[in-house]
T-cell receptor, first 112, second 116 residues
Framework: GNSVTQMEGPVTLSEEAFLTINCTYTATGYPSLFWYVQYPGEGLQLLLK?????DKGSNKGFEATYRKETTSFHLEKGSVQVSDSAVYFCALTMTGGFKTIFGAGTRLFVKA | GAGVSQSPRYKVAKRGQDVALRCDPISGHVSLFWYQQALGQGPEFLTYFQNEAQLDKSGLPSDRFFAERPEGSVSTLKIQRTQQEDSAVYLC??????????????FGPGTRLTVL
């Protein structure tokens, strides 16, 4: 079946460090890929998305590229801030479908 | 309100009790989703409504779980004869039109259910 695997956390970084959170997927067909973020005390919110191979999603300095050949959608940011501390979820939805499959989440701590 | 709201935010139930969890989606949103999120895990799909029609309930874990959206707006997730394994955060999300894979889902804050 379809699934999403993301790197386990927590990830602890100092402010201004480079961030990578790995995400790989298994899907029969061509999914849309998403990163959602959950800040402390808040609900999940969409961070970025990509709907086809080689698309790059970007928002708030974060970016991720849909790589069909490696079935990956790694999240990157060049310089993290304390305010980026949150839990990040990678997710997929199959084309034409509505059932979204989430990874287990990766908690990020950024220290000042 | 501006976002998806859920009530109650916290619910403690004794094993065997029935509970009802409410979701108020963003006004005018056609699609509504329920998810179950266990501690330390990602959300898992439970069910999907398009207006009042429940198009997919394949994620409901047992026949003790029931969801409805009778007028195509507010939705209720009911759990009968709660068990300890039902303890989780229940998330509701809505999307503004007939769902396709590109649409953003807007999530509520969740209801944390604890079954003793």
């Amino acid at each position: 079946g379809n699934s999403v695997t993301q790197m386990e956390g927590p990830v602890t970084l100092s402010e201004e460090a480079f961030l990578t959170i790995n995400c790989t997927y298994t899907a029969t067909g061509y999914p849309s890929l998403f990163w959602y973020v959950q800040y402390p005390g808040e609900g999940l919110q969409l961070l970025l998305k990509a709907t086809k191979a080689d698309d790059k999603g970007s928002n708030k300095g974060f970016e991720a590229t849909y790589r069909k050949e490696t079935t990956s959608f790694h999240l990157e940011k060049g310089s993290v801030q304390v305010s980026d501390s949150a839990v990040y979820f990678c997710a997929l939805t199959m084309t034409g479908g509505f059932k979204t499959i989430f990874g287990a989440g990766t908690r990020l701590f950024v220290k000042a | 309100g501006a976002g998806v709201s859920q009530s109650p935010r916290y619910k403690v139930a004794k094993r065997g009790q029935d509970v009802a969890l409410r979701c108020d989606p963003i006004s005018g949103h056609v699609s509504l989703f329920w998810y179950q999120q266990a501690l330390g895990q990602g959300p898992e799909f439970l069910t999907y409504f398009q207006n009042e029609a429940q198009l997919d309930k394949s994620g409901l874990p047992s026949d003790r779980f029931f969801a409805e959206r009778p007028e195509g707006s507010v939705s209720t997730l009911k759990i009968q004869r709660t068990q300890q394994e039902d303890s989780a955060v229940y998330l509701c999300a809505s999307s503004h039109r007939d769902y396709d894979s590109y649409n953003e889902q807007f999530f509520g804050p969740g209801t944390r259910l604890t079954v003793l």
